[in-house]
Each structure stands twice: as structure tokens, then as C-alpha cells.
């Protein structure tokens, strides 16, 4: 079968997992082969290439490659993941009517959190702090160009906001709302279905924290929120037209 580009990363680090001994491009197309995943060799070789300049692999001689450090800390990022898209998939797959309520009933209890949480953060956030949101946010602009899911950004970025906002207790309670960033890819799915994009908001947010603008970053946080809400009404509307 076919192997999209944004998963053969993941599947190559896999099969360096699981065998430890240096591997070429030649051997790994024919184990991605026997496991239904179609690709070249040359496909390989470009994939691991560019895994190199990241830090996923290195060579070892002439006798291929092997997984970093970096690499198993990646890889173990995209296991956690794929275990939030399966639990999201599965949900999705049995929503009804009165799932809408539970939705909205979350995003209605972070807007309260996470206004106060963006408020504080543009007060308190450190360069460093900044710094990381902006990475974040980079990363989630160029994985939304690639038409590739984001929930795992959206993650990170609304914990970092939590993190340098330096209130435990709102950080705690937007915690235990988010079930650990399980929902991330339910909204991201129902939002790709009626066309919005979750990096637009969090580009004004960043722009109000970087800028110390306590006022603009809750309000952009409020229109943030509140455009999920929208979106989720929309869906919905979908089904029932």
C-alpha cells in the first residue's frame, strides 16, 4: 500500500527500534516492503537524508544507519500521539446529538480558565517562554501546510501559555478539562470539517503575550475559544441539514 510521506518517518524509526543493528536504505525498503508499505529505495534514502540533519539518525560507516537518542524521543512523541488519534477516531465514530453538550460544556469551562491563564501569561511569560510558543506555532503553521493533523501542537501550545501564566491551581484545572489533550483531536477534526484553522487564533494570542498586552491577549483568547464553540455548532448543523 501507498505510504504517506508524514508517516514514513515514523514507520522507518520503528523498524530502527525494533532492530538495533545499522541499517541501509536497500534493507529497509524491502522490511517497509514485507510490512504492505510501498516505497523506493530512493524514497528511503531522501527520508533518511533529511532524518540525519534532524538528529533521528546517524550513520555508521558504510553500513548504514541507526536510531538516536533524539530519534527514540521523537518516535515515542508519534506513539502518543497515534494513541490520541485512535482514541479520538473512536469517538468520533459514535458521536451523537447529545455529544454536543459534553463539547461545549468543556470549551465554555476553558473559556473562563484560559482567559484569565492568557491574561497572566502576558504579564509573566519569560523570553524563553515566548520563545518556545513561537516554535510551537512555526511548527503547527508548517504541518497545517502540509495538510498534516495538529492536535499535538494545540497541545503543547495552550500548556506552555498554562506554564508561563505561573498559576498552579488554573493550570491544574485546565489540565483535568482537557482529559491530557485527548479531545485536541476531536476539535481538530470537527474544525477541518467546516474549514477553520486553530493556528490562526493562536498566532493573535502569541502576538498579544509577546506584545505585554494582558487585555488583548484574554480577548484574543475569548474569540479563540469562542470560534471552537461556533465550530462545534456548526458541525453539528451539518448532520442535521
Known amino acids: 500500500m501507498p ?6 518517518e515514523y514507520e522507518i524509526l520503528t523498524v530502527m527500534e525494533e532492530r538495533p ?12 516492503a514485507s510490512r504492505e508499505l510501498d516505497v523506493s529505495e530512493a524514497t528511503v534514502g531522501r527520508m533518511l537524508s533529511e532524518m540525519d540533519r534532524k538528529g533521528l539518525t546517524v550513520k555508521q560507516g558504510f553500513q548504514g544507519r541507526v536510531i538516536t537518542d533524539q530519534g527514540r524521543q521523537k518516535l515515542d ?19 451523537e446529538s447529545r455529544k454536543k453538550e459534553d463539547l461545549l460544556d ?10 484569565e491563564l492568557a491574561r497572566l501569561a502576558a504579564i509573566h511569560a519569560t523570553r524563553a517562554e515566548i ?10 503553521e508548517e504541518y497545517t501546510s502540509q495538510n498534516q493533523m495538529t492536535a ?15 498559576n498552579r491551581v488554573l493550570a491544574a484545572a485546565l489540565d483535568l478539562i482537557r482529559h491530557d489533550g485527548q479531545l485536541s483531536p476531536i476539535l481538530e477534526y470537527i474544525r477541518t470539517r467546516v474549514g477553520s484553522r486553530l493556528v490562526v487564533g493562536h498566532g493573535r494570542i502569541l502576538k498579544a503575550i509577546r506584545e505585554r498586552d494582558p487585555a488583548g491577549a484574554e480577548q484574543a483568547m475569548i474569540e479563540h475559544i469562542e470560534s471552537l464553540i461556533n465550530d462545534v455548532q456548526r458541525y453539528w448543523a451539518m448532520g442535521e441539514e
Not at 512523541?77 to 458521536?95: A, D, E, P, V
Not at 520563545?131 to 503547527?140: A, F, G, I, N, Y
Not at 503543547?156 to 505561573?166: L, Q, V
Open 106 to 115: 468543556i470549551l465554555i469551562a476553558r473559556r473562563a480558565i484560559e482567559r
Open 131 to 140: 520563545d518556545l510558543m513561537e516554535t510551537v506555532l512555526r511548527e503547527q
Open 21 to 32: 543493528e545499522p541499517l541501509g536504505s536497500g534493507l529497509l525498503r524491502q522490511i517497509l
Open 77 to 95: 512523541q508519534q506513539k502518543r500521539f497515534q494513541h490520541r488519534m485512535t482514541y479520538g477516531t473512536r469517538f468520533i465514530s459514535t458521536l
Open 3 to 8: 505510504v504517506q510521506r508524514e508517516n514514513l
Open 152 to 166: 499535538e501542537h494545540d497541545v503543547r501550545f495552550h500548556k506552555i501559555i498554562a506554564s508561563a501564566a505561573k
